[in-house]
């Protein structure tokens, strides 16, 4: 059975910083993209950082540039996404994501590229 599963959220200050982490097992996800969506109550889930199969190539919305940066170990399985200088519209739910399709050219933007979600895990920074 495949699975991604978040750790890492929580409750933070504004300014402050949090680390992400999305184990997977049941397969390795070497060659697929993966990626952290977020999706804050009322608000359409929304691509947060995206990273290619060889790690170098990654995509940032422009509200977490400079911010947040997406890494991942592929001898782990696992993705990370550091969160620097928190501010509270991060406030959200977060879910990694892993790309359908293996090898792709660049990082998809559509969640229904994405076959494999996680559960989520909350973040929430407070003012």
């Known amino acids: 059975q495949v699975q991604l599963v978040e750790s890492g959220g929580g409750l933070v200050q504004a300014g402050g910083s949090l680390r992400l982490s999305c184990a997977a097992s049941g397969r390795t996800f070497s060659r697929n993209a993966m990626a952290w969506f977020r999706q804050a109550p009322g608000k359409e889930r929304e691509l947060v950082a995206g990273?290619?199969?060889?790690?170098?190539?990654?995509y940032y919305a422009d509200s977490v540039k400079g911010r947040f940066t997406i890494s991942r170990d592929n001898a782990k399985n696992t993705v990370y996404l550091q969160m620097n200088s928190l501010k509270p519209e991060d406030t959200a739910v977060y879910y990694c994501?892993?790309?359908?399709?293996?090898?792709?050219?660049?990082?998809?933007?559509?969640?229904?590229?994405?076959?494999?979600w996680g559960q989520g895990t909350q973040v929430t920074v407070s003012s």
């Open positions: 990273i290619k199969w060889t790690g170098v190539t990654t």
């Open positions: 994501a892993a790309d359908q399709s293996v090898l792709s050219a660049s990082v998809p933007r559509g969640d229904y590229e994405y076959e494999y």
